[in-house]
């Protein structure tokens, strides 16, 4: 009979690939963020965001959110918290992971204050509304227009806050238009490193290789001493 050898996977480098395979799956996955799904006093039909999303045939209302559904993702394109009772933390912990919002309600909530950066990387609002006693945020210019009534504040269409703000980068970079009156400099195409001033592509294969490489080294010499102690233990068992 043939002797059959049985290999021993590290059990590390099992938890590293099933924590690998598990956020390969999860990012592909098309999951609606839970805060679509709140019960709120405010209903959402005749809403602004309701009529936008009736309007083309490619998106559709689930809960309190407008969803634009594809083979690869599901994007929130709108979303309604009119009357949900929520904080401005949990509206912006909600918005960290969106950023193709165009259309915003947000009033009948318990905000004590809104920032730019609580709508973190959206670049091309068109509607938001807010409770009454907030102004837009952002500086001026940041909106094209705004408007007022008893009970909302709107803001229309959100603008490059690059041109707003006339932002001039340093050498070999741009300027990025990041979120609500927000700007980020990014190094041109051939440029990377501090500062943008190291030329060339950035070593992407060497950077990976440096963090890889050990981290398996690592997880065998886990396997190796942890094995060498289970030999050791058994030999004074036997």
Not at 16 to 29: D, E, H, M, P, Q
Not at 36 to 56: D, H, M, R, Y
Not at 125 to 135: D, N, Y
């Amino acid at each position: 009979m043939i002797p059959i050898r049985i290999v021993q996977v590290p059990s590390m480098l099992l938890i590293f690939l099933a924590l690998l395979i598990g956020a390969l799956v999860s990012s592909t996955s098309a999951k609606i963020p839970s805060i679509c799904n709140l019960v709120c006093k405010s209903s959402i039909n005749g809403t602004e965001t309701f009529a936008f999303c009736e309007s083309l045939s490619e998106l559709t209302m689930t809960g309190r959110c407008c969803l634009n559904r594809t083979e690869s993702q599901t994007l929130v394109v709108g979303i309604d918290l009119q009357g949900c009772g929520i904080t401005e933390e949990t509206f912006s912990d909600a918005l960290v992971n969106m950023s193709s919002l165009l259309y915003i309600s947000l009033e009948g909530n318990k905000f004590k204050g809104l920032s730019t950066t609580d709508f973190h990387s959206n670049t091309g609002i068109e509607f938001l509304s807010l409770p009454s006693k907030f102004s837009c945020p952002g500086s001026k210019g940041t909106w094209l227009n705004q408007s007022s009534d008893a009970n909302s504040t709107y803001c229309f269409s959100e603008q490059n806050a690059c041109d707003v703000r006339n932002v001039t980068c340093p050498s070999n970079s741009h300027c990025v238009h990041s979120g609500v009156d927000l700007v980020q400099c990014l190094c041109d195409e051939g440029f990377h490193g501090y500062k943008c001033l190291e030329q060339g592509t950035f070593p992407l294969t060497s950077f990976l290789a440096s963090i890889i490489l050990p981290t398996i080294a690592l997880c065998i010499l886990f396997f190796v001493t942890q094995r060498r102690y289970v030999i050791q233990q058994s030999s004074k068992v036997d």
